[in-house]
């Protein structure tokens, strides 16, 4: 999947953050189920706190926060979810370390949602990725 978005970091070497973002992820679920491969997207609202170490024209940022997110939605109009509805919304917590040059960055982190993300169901999605960050 992917991320764009929008963050802004407030403070140096220890900081806040604030963002909006929308995710998409591309699942396959041919080998489960009699289905293509579909796209989910999301929006999210990220607020975390951070620090900074510079060192040789890099940066290591270490960052913890707390996502808001919208409804999953499906690219595919008539899928349901296997009979569920997605909650309006849900909260994750998030951990992520990132270096590189401000620029270009390379991301590690883990998303662990705290609320249901379909209703009337106790499961709990945990996301651990590794991407790169492009800044303009």
């Known amino acids: 999947g992917f991320n764009v978005g929008l963050e802004q970091l407030i403070g140096g070497k220890m900081y806040v953050g604030v ?8 699942v396959d679920f041919s080998t489960n189920y009699n289905l293509d491969e579909m796209t989910f997207f999301f929006g999210k609202i990220p607020l975390f706190v951070g620090y900074r ?15 808001v997110n919208t409804a999953f939605r499906s690219s595919d ?6 009979g569920s509805t997605p909650t ?21 982190g883990s998303e662990v949602w705290v609320s249901e993300i379909i209703e009337n169901d106790e ?9 790169m960050k492009f800044s303009f």
């Open 123 to 131: 499961y709990r999605m945990s996301v651990i990725y590794l991407g």
């Open 19 to 26: 963002g909006v973002n929308m995710n998409f992820y591309f």
């Open 53 to 67: 170490i510079y060192h040789n024209k890099r940066f290591v940022m270490s960052e913890f926060g707390v996502e």
């Open 88 to 108: 309006s919304n849900s909260f994750d917590l998030t951990a992520r370390v990132r270096y590189g040059s401000g620029k270009f960055m390379v991301t590690l």
């Open 77 to 82: 109009d008539d899928f349901n979810f296997f």
